[in-house]
Structures are given as structure tokens and as C-alpha cells.
């Protein structure tokens, strides 16, 4: 006798097998998703710890020298560098931390300091539209010669309500042409003030740091001292008394430090310059 087989098995047994592979299927998807947002997760902390490296150049050596006055690209992108023929360099030898690429700005703002206030290049700034550059002046989007060839992102230079020098002087405080002008000269004091030093003068070791032992030990940046605004990078103070020493307005055999005479080269005794008198 055949015993006849239950009308539902085979239905029970092919939705078991169907939600088996449903819960498969899910579960590899939130798999994916999870592994997508882990990627995503650290390629932005590998970015933001990297844009304190990112310097413009024309190359990674290029990039990686003299900092102070190299231009940073904090996003990696190309059209941050403003100079013609720079591009954006990772993993240099530069740091913003360490105050590098802060004279790039002042380098910009030198050409300001003899600038009229009724100047129309003044009010020329970068945007998307009129409104953008309107709403987002400021140094870094600034475009005195009313060329969009520098600004960033194709966006195009407009004539603004804006001024550039109220910008620098909100900044920078009121003595901003002091600052500037010693920023680029090679120390703060603007006009004359670290030409007036003596060079046993106790100001000239000041220096910027976090703490009074970094800045002993970096000898990056010099500042006038008082807290001054601008005197050093954001985050960081000026500290007197470091074992760093400013000498960039001294003639170089007013230099404090020990200097060497080259060792000279030995004589050939083969030359016949040397048998002449």
C-alpha cells in the first residue's frame, strides 16, 4: 500500500529554502554596507590627518622646502594652489601644525599695505555667483586682478561690497601694515621695530610653540611677544626666553652662532699655476 506524501511538503519545504536564502542575501548585504561605511569612515580620517602635510610645489621636493612661505592645500586639491604652475603635493616634509605655510598669507596681504581703501581691486572677490562671493569674502578668496584663472573650484571673480582691507584689519587687528610687513621681511615688527633691536636684545628670543619646550626646540617662528594678534600660528603662543635666536636682520658676522671657515682645498702639486710667483 502507498502511503500518499502530505499535500504541503513540498511547499513547506521550498519556502524554508527561500527564506534561508533571503536571510543569506541580507545578510551579506548589510555586510557590504557595513565594510562600504568602515571605508568611507577611514578614508576621512586618513584625509584629515594627511591635509596637515598637503603643500602646493612644482614638485614633492619643491613642496617639501622652505615651508614657512609654502602655500598649503588642506584638501588635496590642486586648485587650492594659487601660484601658476603648483600643484597639490601629499605626505611633505612641511606641517601646518608646525606653523608652515602662515607667511603665505602675508606674502599675499604685502601688496595690500600701500593699497588705497577706495582701490577697486579691493572689493574683487572669488564665488559661484555674485551672491556667493559676496556672502564668503575674505583673503583667501580674494582676486585683486579680477582674473577667475585664480580662483578655485572654476568659480569666477565679481566686484563685491566687500573690502579686503576691513577683512585683514578684522583679522589682524589695527597695526595689521606693522605685522605684514614684518611677516614678510622675515620677522613681525613692520616698520623698523626688529631693525631697531640691538642684537643682545632679550625679545629676539622669543619664539612660537605649544609650550615654551617646542618652541626652544623648533625655532620656527619668531614673535614680538604681548600676545600680539597674529604674532603666531592658531594654537599657539609666544614664549620668551627659548633657546632659539632671531638673527634674520642681522648682518651675517653680527650672527650669534659659531661659523667655520671652509677647509681649503688640498694643493695639487701637478698644477702649474702653483710653481708661479
Not at 602662515?102 to 595690500?112: C, N, T
Not at 578668496?141 to 566687500?162: M, V
Request: hydrophobic share 30%; with cysteine.
Amino acid at each position: 500500500m502507498m502511503m500518499s506524501r502530505p499535500a504541503n511538503s513540498n511547499t513547506g519545504g521550498i519556502t524554508m529554502s527561500a527564506n534561508r536564502r533571503f536571510h543569506i542575501i541580507m545578510r551579506a548585504y548589510y555586510l557590504v554596507i557595513l565594510v562600504i561605511a568602515l571605508s568611507n569612515n577611514m578614508i576621512k580620517s586618513a584625509s584629515a590627518q594627511g591635509g596637515d602635510n598637503f603643500f602646493c610645489g612644482t614638485s614633492w621636493d619643491d613642496a617639501s622646502s622652505n615651508c614657512v612661505n609654502r602655500q598649503p592645500c588642506p584638501n588635496a586639491a590642486d586648485s587650492e594652489c594659487s601660484t601658476a604652475g603648483d600643484i597639490c603635493f601629499a605626505d611633505t616634509m612641511c606641517s601646518v601644525a608646525e606653523g608652515h605655510g602662515e607667511k603665505f598669507k602675508y606674502i599675499h596681504l604685502a601688496s595690500l599695505v600701500d593699497s588705497e581703501y577706495d582701490d577697486v581691486s579691493n572689493a574683487k572677490f572669488c564665488g559661484s555667483w555674485w551672491a556667493s562671493a559676496e556672502q564668503n569674502c575674505s583673503v583667501e578668496t580674494h582676486c585683486p586682478d579680477g582674473e577667475s584663472a585664480r580662483c578655485p573650484n572654476q568659480e569666477n571673480c565679481f566686484d563685491t561690497g566687500c573690502n579686503v582691507l576691513n577683512i585683514v584689519k578684522a583679522d589682524l587687528g589695527d597695526d595689521w601694515k606693522a605685522l605684514v610687513t614684518g611677516m614678510v621681511g622675515g620677522g613681525a615688527g613692520g616698520d623698523g621695530v626688529v631693525g631697531k633691536m640691538s642684537p643682545d636684545d632679550p625679545g629676539r628670543t622669543n619664539f612660537c610653540g605649544l609650550d615654551w619646550g617646542q618652541a626652544s626646540v623648533k625655532c620656527t617662528q619668531w614673535c614680538r611677544g604681548n600676545d600680539e594678534p597674529g604674532d603666531c600660528p592658531r594654537g599657539q603662543k609666544c614664549f620668551a626666553d627659548t633657546s632659539c635666536y632671531y638673527d634674520d636682520d642681522l648682518a651675517p658676522t653680527m650672527s650669534p652662532f659659531a661659523t667655520f671657515s671652509p677647509t681649503k682645498s688640498p694643493i695639487l702639486r701637478s698644477n702649474p699655476a702653483n710653481e708661479r710667483f
